[in-house]
């Protein structure tokens, strides 16, 4: 599955309505440790193939939907499952830690 691009018009469609375990990525173009997570979510959006869906937001191009779940720096990963917020990852984190959350939440 391809990683795929949400705005706020879009957000409770794309992740509040979603069954499963979705994690959104709140990030900017500007910002390098947002960049850096980038290939890690490339990777588990391959490794977990229909099992989570991988969802990024600009927060530059959108700053309803951060505001709204208060995020206050980037990047911020938050995971839905079922369109609730089960956990919050602030900041740059290897890989392991991912796989720690996303197991935790499909188990």
């Given at each position: 599955?391809?990683?795929?691009?949400?705005?706020?018009?879009?957000f409770v469609r794309?992740?509040?309505?979603?069954?499963?375990?979705?994690?959104?990525?709140?990030?900017?173009?500007?910002?390098?440790?947002?960049r850096m997570i980038?290939?890690?979510?490339?990777?588990?959006?391959?490794?977990?193939?229909?099992?989570?869906?991988?969802?990024?937001?600009?927060?530059d191009e959108n700053?309803?939907?951060?505001?709204?779940?208060?995020?206050?720096?980037?990047?911020?990963?938050?995971?839905?499952?079922?369109?609730?917020?089960?956990?919050?990852?602030?900041?740059?984190?290897?890989?392991?830690?991912?796989?720690?959350?996303?197991?935790?939440?499909?188990?």
């Amino acid at each position: 599955m391809a990683i795929k691009q949400t705005t706020d018009a879009d957000f409770v469609r794309d992740v509040e309505q979603a069954e499963g375990l979705v994690i959104v990525d709140f990030w900017a173009e500007w910002c390098h440790p947002c960049r850096m997570i980038a290939p890690i979510l490339e990777q588990l959006d391959e490794e977990y193939a229909g099992r989570i869906q991988v969802v990024k937001l600009n927060v530059d191009e959108n700053p309803d939907t951060p505001s709204r779940f208060g995020i206050m720096g980037i990047p911020t990963l938050l995971f839905f499952k079922n369109g609730e917020v089960v956990e919050r990852i602030v900041g740059f984190q290897p890989k392991p830690n991912f796989v720690r959350a996303i197991e935790k939440h499909l188990a």
